[in-house]
């Protein structure tokens, strides 16, 4: 029987509808039946073809079956048939996924749209509006559905079909926007902006007057970026009371301090980006100001390199440092030192990253305004001072189609996504509602927007391409090249039909050719966080972070659950899947080394510490080659790792024509290990990781369920309960 002879429409359990087809019953079938040693893909078909026949001959007149009848009919034909094995394997399939459903009731969220437990979780405790006593009253489709209205109130023509549009995009997990969209969208507080960049003047007036703006900022949701390089150094005269001046990092601690205060007070977790110019007189105190781990934990910094800098470092020269109210030189130091030492920070740490200033004022689009001299909380997004942008990122995951060796990317349909995308986030500029009438001034002048990628990683798995593969970055050139192709002629589109930024006169757009140009940035790699679990896909640009992960439920940690396409394709090696392999992959995190696995599956599913760092850097610089603005990710090091191999992912990146570089070396802020006897003590721990078995320190702790978190795309993430920094 073919995919299209049935005319049976599915209700799920979510409320959707679909095609009733032989092919994924067929796969529920086989699936079970390798659960019990099966190995016959053609008998699971013919057996599903007796199914459907079934069905077609009970429920054909009504022409609309419940996911729940066709089970039945499935352990009926099995039973019938004699493959009680297959038929309880089925059965305990089928109980798992009641399961599944019974936690996410639990959570007092109607799920009307299929949403895996972590994604209803992450929507619950984000983005779905609650009541006064903070019960949900809205379900994720009404979320996706009350944020298109709101969007598309933007549109002067066709409102109702953006409206749609926007929803169908949201719906099918295709394009998410970013958190502050979802959560305010159509709420009182209609600040949807991801991102802020303030000023920070060298006086004690407009140093207070920014720390007060940028309050505000935090207060309805977004985090800040500062550059602190007109700041005098520490010591430093001050005319005006005869005192020294403090410097930038006991300014840092000031910043910080807000906004412990300000997440005491109201909740909400207050980032701000602090970067400082590699030839201010305080760049030692800088480098170091984060040694112990435990301070400024409400800031990340980075080191504002240049390529003269770079080039110094190159030919071991020395560098001045420059105070910046003087502007005259207070000192000569070693290049390659201030590196070293740099580089040896960010072994211990993290910390600091770098910004490649040159190479992001390079790529300035109104350098008739004013320069870039800093970035937003994750580095991905430059901006001028008191700007903002919004973001939203493609699900590159749903634009695959075929498998078993046939998957290919849906060029047409991921045109679509990255049209109807760039509208709704120029819309989200229109819309938003700015707490300070600077901002709003700046951001209507420019209206920046960042489109993004997420679900990278996935893509290639369905593609069966290995991420570490020069066919890997080869696409990552090919598909972001096509997005930013795609992008950038919708802006011009839309340049057309609403009007170009007022800043167009001058840009590098007017000079490149264009004659209308609607913002003045498109595409930026954002971190995905959140919406990339609601979503189900990895996160941004970055590899796996592990291969299996335990998931929280009903406040209990369960069963590890092993990613879905390394399931689906272990369970297509005839004999290959046990449950004992399953359990081996949640116990290690990666394959690499279970020799039972077949090498072409270990090739394709690689983590981010089975990558070679400098293919980290590779893939970076081939999706920055096609980036508006930045790409947020993390280069992961393992923990052998040396302070030379960190200088040389800098080096790298600098040649390579990277905006900004993070590295964390795996185990670097807790690399005790704990041997507590057994693994429901070790659960029981709030800093113990049951996948790798290790103690983790406070910075590498999930604070809401004690799992490891993954540092990727210059942020954390939890697998196990949702939890994000980056919202």
């Known amino acids: ?21 032989v092919e994924k ?19 699971a078909r013919k057996l599903a073809g007796i199914v459907v026949d079934r069905l077609e001959k009970h429920y054909g007149r009504i022409k609309k079956i419940a996911s729940a009848e066709i089970g039945d009919m499935v352990e009926r034909v099995l039973l019938e048939n004699a493959h009680y094995k297959t038929a309880k394997a089925y059965i305990i399939n089928r109980e798992k996924k ?28 984000k983005y779905l509006l609650k009541d006064r006593e903070g019960e949900v009253v809205e379900t994720p489709g009404g979320m996706f559905d009350r944020v298109a209205k ?57 140093i207070f007057e920014s720390l007060k703006e940028s309050s505000i900022l935090k207060k309805y949701g977004g985090a800040v970026g500062f550059n602190f390089g007109h700041i005098r150094p520490k010591g430093d005269m001050v005319s005006t009371t005869s005192g020294a001046a403090a410097g930038p990092i006991a300014l840092m601690q000031l910043i910080n301090d807000a906004s412990e205060i300000y997440l005491q007070a109201g909740k909400r977790r207050s980032g701000n980006m602090v970067t400082l110019p590699v030839t201010h007189p305080d760049v030692w105190e800088f480098i170091h100001c984060k040694e112990s781990g435990t301070n400024l934990p409400h800031i990340n910094y980075s080191l504002a390199v240049t390529h003269k800098f770079m080039e110094a470092v ?34 211990k740490t993290g910390d600091p990253g770098l910004i490649f200033i040159d190479e992001i004022e390079k790529h300035n689009p109104t350098p008739q305004v004013g320069p870039l001299e800093t970035v937003n909380l994750c580095g991905e997004q430059p901006l001028l001072s008191y700007e903002a942008c919004n973001l939203g990122s493609v699900n590159l995951a749903v634009h695959v189609v075929g498998q078993n060796g046939e998957a290919k990317v849906e060029w047409k349909k991921l045109e679509e996504t990255v049209r109807v995308g760039v509208r709704m986030l120029d819309d989200v500029v229109s819309v938003c509602q700015y707490p300070l009438p600077q ?101 941004g640009i970055e590899p796996h972070f592990a291969l299996a992960y335990f998931r929280k439920s009903m406040g209990q940690y369960e069963l590890p659950e092993v990613n879905n396409d390394l399931v689906w394709m272990i369970k297509h090696v005839n004999g290959l899947y046990s449950t004992e392999l399953m359990d081996e992959i949640a116990r290690l995190g990666s394959i690499q080394k279970v020799g039972r696995i077949p090498k072409k599956i270990r090739d394709v599913f690689v983590t981010s510490m089975d990558i070679d760092p400098v293919i980290h850097v590779k893939m970076l610089a081939a999706f ?37 570089i993070t590295v964390y070396r795996d185990k670097s802020r807790g690399e005790q290990v704990l041997n507590i006897g057994t693994q429901k003590s070790k659960i029981k721990s709030k800093n113990w990781d049951p996948v790798s078995n290790n103690s983790l320190s406070k910075e590498e702790s999930c604070p809401e369920c004690g799992s490891k978190l993954a540092i990727e795309e210059g942020c954390k993430k939890c697998y196990g309960c949702g939890y994000s920094v980056c919202g």
């Open 439 to 539: 901002v709003a001034k700046m951001v209507a002048a420019n209206r920046k927007i960042g489109l993004g990628v997420m679900g990278w990683a996935d893509m290639l798995v369905k593609l069966k391409i290995p991420y570490d593969a020069p066919k890997a970055r080869t696409l990552a050139e090919e598909v972001m090249g096509f997005i930013q192709k795609i992008g950038h002629d919708e802006s011009s589109r839309l340049g057309k039909e609403k009007g170009s930024f007022p800043n167009f006169r001058g840009s590098s757009w007017e000079k490149k050719g264009y004659k209308h140009f609607r913002n003045a940035t498109v595409t930026t790699i954002a971190p995905t966080g959140s919406i990339s679990m609601i979503a189900n896909a990895s996160g």
């Open 150 to 206: 709101f969007l598309a109130k933007a549109e002067k023509k066709e409102r109702n079909k953006w409206e749609r549009k926007f929803a169908e995009l949201m719906r099918e997990r295709r394009f998410i926007p970013g958190g502050r969209t979802l959560a305010n969208s159509g709420t009182a507080n209609n600040q949807l902006a991801n991102c802020f960049v303030m000023p920070m003047p060298d006086n004690i007036e407009g």
């Open 98 to 125: 009641r399961q599944i459903e019974a936690s996410k009731r639990a959570l007092g969220v109607h799920d009307d749209i299929g949403l895996s437990y972590n994604a209803l979780l992450v929507a619950k405790e």
């Open 25 to 43: 019953i067929a796969e529920s079938i086989f699936l079970a039946a390798q659960d019990v040693g099966g190995t016959d893909d053609k008998l």
């Open 314 to 347: 190159k030919q071991n020269q020395d560098w001045e440092l420059i105070n910046p109210r003087s502007g005259k030189q207070v000192a000569r130091v070693s290049a390659r030192g201030l590196l070293e030492e740099a580089a040896r920070m960010a072994w």
């Open 1 to 21: 029987m073919s995919i299209m002879k049935s005319k049976l429409q599915v209700l799920k359990r979510s409320e959707r509808e679909e095609l009733l087809t």
């Open 624 to 660: 920055q080659k096609y980036t508006d603005n930045a790409v947020s990710k993390t280069i992961n090091l393992p923990a052998s790792a040396s302070v030379e191999d960190v200088i040389g992912v800098y080096m790298l990146a600098s040649e390579l024509k990277c905006k900004g």
